[in-house]
């Protein structure tokens, strides 16, 4: 007799769950990425879900100035193209802001005292006068315009372009490196300590590094920084430092690592550590040959929580080195750089993706140990 394995409803469920996780979080990745590469004038007025549909303008600019004018017969015309080049299509016109509207494209306006508007649908406009045009600035013509999808590199050229983004691109590695490698080994050694090694307070210890995960990181910034300026004086030493923003982040960071890691090094099989001490091995030696190669995925899980944690950095950044050009990292410069241009959305989303590239790379690189390494110990 042959029985039909069938899938529990809650298989079908958890996958579902996951999916509509996994769309909920890529989703907006894809809209900073698509509007980073959109035209500036279209990202301002439109979403990105509306990237590939042709959007509907409604803007006011400027004719020629009468400078330009040229006499034809007995009128004196003023040509131009309103769309100034770019691509599009004119659908209505005006020259009021009153009746922005009033005309279809091709129709030709009367303005006042026999003076006309015509604006056509590839932009192209004539302003004709029986007198000459008076004035410095040219007259105001408000148009709709059809624009169809246009994206472009320009929005990475101008932040890959900005002084200084290189040097601070290598400070922010030299931040983030050493202030992810240093808390992992003081961690991991800690966590051994804490599973496996017999000492007195112990269950304190561990209670305590449980009551630090709570600690936030503004109410012990403050007293951190005085404490590393006093010894920083009575040593002679500069606060303004590398060395300062990684001991910072290793203390903040500490916490999660030892919790993480003893939940992990804590699961493993004891058969394997007594046989080897009853070899002779020391605690080093255990450590040092059969925690750390076991133990990879529960290193690897916080490596990206810390890494993301460091390279997003703003706030400690700015305490502990300043805002020198040559300490500042990359989210101090992209701040200054937004600072200056304004609110260009286009800039803002360039460097969104820009910063979010290397996180990216290293998750995409260790997320296969993530869960393994969050879900060890939890299951007996």
Same mark, same amino acid.
């Given at each position: 007799?042959?029985?039909?394995?069938?899938?529990?409803?809650?298989?079908?469920?958890?996958? =579902?769950?996951?999916?509509?996780?996994?769309?909920?979080?890529?989703?907006?990745?894809?809209?900073?990425?698509?509007?980073?590469?959109?035209? #500036?004038?279209?990202?301002?007025?439109?979403?990105?879900?509306?990237?590939?549909?042709?959007?509907?303008?409604?803007?006011?600019?400027?004719?020629?100035?009468?400078?330009?004018?040229?006499?034809?017969?007995?009128?004196?015309?003023? #040509?131009?193209?309103?769309?100034?080049?770019?691509? +599009?299509?004119?659908?209505?016109?005006?020259?009021?802001?009153?009746?922005?509207?009033?005309?279809?494209?091709?129709?030709?306006?009367?303005?006042?005292?026999?003076?006309?508007?015509?604006?056509?649908?590839?932009?192209?406009?004539?302003?004709? !006068?029986?007198?000459?045009?008076?004035?410095?600035?040219?007259?105001?013509?408000?148009?709709? =315009?059809?624009?169809?999808?246009?994206?472009?590199?320009?929005?990475?050229?101008?932040?890959?372009?900005?002084?200084?983004?290189?040097?601070?691109?290598?400070?922010?590695?030299?931040?983030?490196?050493?202030?992810?490698?240093?808390?992992?080994?003081?961690?991991?050694?800690?966590?051994?300590?804490?599973?496996?090694?017999?000492?007195?307070?112990?269950?304190?210890?561990?209670?305590?590094?449980?009551?630090?995960?709570?600690?936030?990181?503004?109410? !012990?910034?403050?007293?951190?920084? #005085?404490?590393?300026?006093?010894?920083?004086?009575?040593?002679?030493?500069? !606060?303004?430092?590398?060395?300062?923003?990684?001991?910072?982040?290793?203390?903040?960071?500490?916490?999660?690592?030892?919790?993480?890691?003893?939940?992990?090094?804590?699961?493993?099989?004891?058969?394997?550590?007594?046989?080897?001490?009853?070899?002779?091995? &020391?605690?080093?030696?255990?450590?040092?040959?059969?925690?750390?190669?076991?133990?990879?995925?529960?290193?690897?899980?916080?490596?990206?929580?810390?890494?993301?944690?460091?390279?997003?950095?703003?706030?400690?950044?700015?305490?502990?080195?300043?805002?020198?050009?040559?300490?500042?990292?990359?989210? +101090?410069?992209?701040?200054?750089?937004? +600072? &200056?241009?304004?609110?260009?959305?286009?800039?803002?989303?360039?460097?969104?993706?820009?910063?979010?590239?290397?996180?990216?790379?290293?998750?995409?690189?260790?997320?296969?140990?993530?869960?393994? +390494?969050?879900? =060890?110990?939890?299951?007996?």
């Amino acid at each position: 007799m042959i029985r039909s394995s069938k899938r529990s409803p809650l298989v079908y469920l958890t996958h =579902a769950t996951v999916l509509f996780l996994v769309i909920i979080w890529t989703i907006p990745t894809a809209g900073l990425f698509i509007s980073s590469l959109r035209d #500036k004038d279209q990202l301002a007025v439109s979403g990105w879900w509306t990237a590939l549909s042709t959007s509907t303008h409604m803007e006011v600019d400027r004719a020629e100035p009468p400078s330009n004018q040229v006499q034809e017969s007995d009128h004196f015309v003023i #040509k131009g193209n309103i769309l100034h080049g770019k691509s +599009g299509k004119i659908s209505k016109f005006g020259y009021s802001s009153l009746h922005p509207q009033a005309y279809k494209a091709g129709e030709v306006a009367q303005i006042r005292n026999g003076q006309t508007l015509q604006v056509m649908p590839n932009g192209d406009y004539v302003l004709s !006068s029986p007198t000459q045009w008076r004035g410095r600035n040219g007259k105001r013509i408000f148009y709709t =315009a059809e624009i169809p999808p246009h994206f472009t590199l320009n929005n990475y050229k101008v932040v890959l372009g900005a002084d200084g983004l290189g040097q601070s691109f290598i400070n922010s590695l030299t931040v983030t490196i050493p202030a992810t490698v240093i808390p992992i080994l003081i961690a991991a050694f800690a966590a051994y300590a804490l599973a496996w090694m017999r000492f007195p307070g112990r269950a304190i210890l561990v209670a305590s590094v449980v009551g630090l995960l709570v600690v936030p990181l503004q109410m !012990s910034l403050i007293p951190l920084l #005085k404490s590393y300026n006093w010894i920083g004086d009575l040593f002679g030493v500069s !606060s303004k430092t590398y060395v300062g923003i990684w001991l910072a982040h290793t203390g903040f960071g500490l916490p999660l690592a030892i919790y993480l890691l003893r939940n992990y090094i804590v699961g493993l099989p004891s058969e394997i550590i007594e046989s080897a001490r009853v070899d002779g091995a &020391s605690d080093f030696d255990i450590f040092r040959k059969i925690i750390l190669p076991l133990s990879f995925p529960a290193l690897a899980s916080f490596a990206i929580f810390q890494f993301l944690w460091v390279w997003n950095d703003l706030l400690v950044a700015m305490v502990f080195l300043g805002t020198s050009p040559d300490h500042m990292v990359l989210t +101090g410069q992209l701040r200054q750089l937004m +600072g &200056s241009l304004g609110g260009n959305w286009g800039i803002l989303t360039a460097s969104a993706f820009i910063t979010i590239i290397i996180p990216l790379c290293v998750f995409f690189g260790l997320q296969r140990f993530l869960v393994r +390494g969050l879900l =060890a110990g939890s299951v007996k």
